[in-house]
């Protein structure tokens, strides 16, 4: 037996089947849906939005505060054409559905400038988005992997699942996802299924990934984390010449792990590592300055304390946690000194160290940690205004195959619904 959803009408809403049930899929299906679409998202894993639910420390940071499209967001396609896709929705109107139509109630995050559901669960986002899509007559099929895609003639596309059935609809919307945590059913099938079927994909790499490398010293500071890192990335600071000054340096927190860094700050800049490693490309030069204070300010107070206090405990005072401060002071050989001895090439080695210090790094996590995939199907292949592949009629993408991500901060789950919204709606118009 094999279902078939092809709308026998002409005039009828055409039948969409969704391929994956995360924030994309999620939000395809509800907007398709309410267009009179009769739906049916298959979803692969035991569960739709899975990703949902361990997303943001399991809190889920459903969306940003504020954005700005050419700072927030990495694309190797073009700039207007993500402008154009962002014009569709503001931030106000997909945080209105959020509260209004899916039933959220948000709270904000000041520090971070971060929405988050009023109840910090995760669970409740899934749940009422699923909810939502369930009320409008949406089915949900999980355990259901599709494998491959075929046109048939006279419109209308079949889906092969992995148990050997088959399913059609008159529209099909990809949202598949990226490479990301492989463990929660993402693993790059739907970027073959289309790239097999015409797509160019960009090469992908892993994004929002922690870096491996050695701590400062050599010494051991895992689970040491700083707040106001503001780390620089000098390739990327060349590449973005002519945006505003200072856009690609981060302040924000910054950890020290077992195997090298991790934290906003470290995770929003290593796709210009991954992607370099990928490609065999130059590998930036990452600087940390570690309180965000400057080179002047950090002069004053070696000028201002006593000569008689020791080099460490300056560093502390102004607050550097004392382990990097120890491991600072090691590598720029004065961990024994008094401010009053340091020569004039020792004061400037340690400011060096201060506010420009050289991360190394060896590697990556990859996409075990990675929170997002960079590259993936190119936005010219795309009609902005609908989502529509303009290789493959009546196939709609939406979501993290598309070659786009954004910084951590809400960013990835706006896209999500962004262009869910796009997919859906339009794969749900009937066509002549
Ligand atoms: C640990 C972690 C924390 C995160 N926290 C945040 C956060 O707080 N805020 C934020 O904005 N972003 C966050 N992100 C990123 C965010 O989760 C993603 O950007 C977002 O989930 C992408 O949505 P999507 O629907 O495109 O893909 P996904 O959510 O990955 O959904 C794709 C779905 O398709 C299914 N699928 C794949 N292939 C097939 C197939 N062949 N057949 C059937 N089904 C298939 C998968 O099982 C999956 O359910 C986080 C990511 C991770 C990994
Ligand atoms: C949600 O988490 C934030 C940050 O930890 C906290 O300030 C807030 O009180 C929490 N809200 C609820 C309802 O638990």
Redesign the pocket.
């Known amino acids: 037996m094999r279902p078939r959803f092809l709308s026998s009408v002409s005039k009828a809403a055409p039948s969409v089947i969704i391929?994956?049930?995360?924030?994309?899929?999620?939000?395809a299906a509800y907007f398709a849906a309410l267009q009179g679409s009769q739906v049916t998202v298959?979803?692969?894993?035991r569960e739709?939005?899975?990703?949902?639910l361990?997303?943001?420390?399991a809190?889920?940071?459903?969306?940003p505060m504020e954005v700005d499209v050419q700072r927030d967001f990495v694309t190797e396609s073009s700039p207007s054409a993500l402008r154009a896709i962002f014009a569709s929705w503001s931030l106000e109107d997909c945080k209105r559905w959020l509260e209004d139509d899916i039933g959220l109630a948000l709270a904000t995050e000041e520090e971070n400038m971060k929405y988050f559901p009023a109840s910090n669960s995760s669970r409740e986002v899934r749940d009422r988005l699923v909810g939502a899509c369930t009320n409008l007559g949406v089915r949900i099929q999980c355990k259901?992997?599709?494998?491959a895609l075929s046109s048939l003639p006279g419109g209308g596309w079949r889906c092969s699942?992995?148990d050997g059935s088959h399913c059609e609809a008159d529209s099909i919307v990809v949202?598949?996802?990226?490479l990301?945590?492989p463990k929660?059913?993402?693993?790059g099938?739907?970027h073959r299924?289309v790239g097999g079927l015409g797509h160019s994909i960009k090469p992908v790499y892993p994004a929002?990934t922690p870096l491996k490398g050695r701590h400062p010293a050599g010494s051991q500071l895992a689970g040491l984390s700083l707040y106001g890192v503001d780390l620089h990335c000098a390739a990327a600071a060349a590449a973005a010449k002519g945006k505003k000054k200072g856009q690609q340096a981060q302040r924000s927190a910054f950890l020290f792990t077992h195997r090298g860094y991790s934290g906003p700050s470290v995770l929003d800049l290593s796709h210009s590592v991954t992607m370099a490693l990928e490609r065999g490309t130059p590998l930036p030069r990452l600087k940390a300055n570690w309180l965000g204070d400057s080179r002047a300010e950090w002069e004053a107070r070696m000028v201002a304390c006593p000569g008689s206090s020791s080099v460490p405990s300056l560093l502390r005072k102004h607050g550097l946690p004392q382990r990097l401060a120890e491991a600072i002071c090691a590598e720029a050989g004065v961990s024994d000194r008094r401010m009053a001895e340091l020569r004039k090439t020792e004061r400037v080695a340690l400011l060096e160290k201060l506010t420009e210090y050289p991360l190394e790094y060896d590697g990556h996590e990859g996409y075990a940690k990675?929170?997002?995939t960079g590259g993936g199907v190119p936005l010219s292949e795309v009609d902005c205004r609908t989502m529509e592949s303009r290789v493959l009629p009546r196939v709609h993408l939406?979501?993290?195959?598309l070659d786009v991500?954004?910084r951590?901060?809400?960013?990835?789950?706006?896209?999500?619904w962004l262009t869910?919204r796009l997919a859906g709606m339009h794969a749900a118009q009937s066509v002549e």
């Open positions: 391929t994956g049930g995360g924030a994309a899929g999620l939000t298959l979803e692969r894993t739709p939005g899975k990703k949902v361990i997303s943001g420390g809190r889920c940071n459903v969306l259901a992997s599709v494998e699942l992995g949202a598949t996802g990226g990301s945590f929660m059913g993402t693993d099938t739907g299924i929002l990675a929170e997002v939406c979501g993290e195959i991500f954004g951590i901060g809400g960013f990835n789950f706006y896209w999500a869910g």
